[in-house]
């Protein structure tokens, strides 16, 4: 009896120490993904940073654009008429 005692009792230690490797597990994998997380939400901050700045660069551009081709279509009436 006694030795049913004391295999239960070293069955039980055993269990205990492996739950308690595995609570150390799951807290390095969670701050694993928790630093993971963060991180993508930088990145993610940066895109959307990058693509607003390449959005109002191309307004800029179109506007440009826009500009001289009115400029041109302006100018080239004038310039028939003065030849």
């Known amino acids: 009896m006694d030795d049913k005692i004391l295999q239960l009792d070293h069955r039980v230690e055993r269990i ?3 739950l308690a490797e595995t609570n150390e597990t799951v807290l390095q994998l969670k701050n694993s993904v928790e ?3 963060l991180a993508n939400i930088e ?3 940066l895109i959307l940073f990058e693509l607003k700045d390449m959005n109002d660069k ?11 081709e009115l400029d041109m279509v302006t100018r080239q ?7």
């Open 16 to 18: 205990d120490q492996q």
């Open 35 to 37: 630093a993971q997380h």
């Open 43 to 45: 990145c993610d901050e």
């Open 58 to 68: 191309m307004r800029y551009i179109n506007r440009r654009i826009a500009d001289v």
């Open 77 to 83: 009436p004038r310039h028939e008429q003065g030849a």
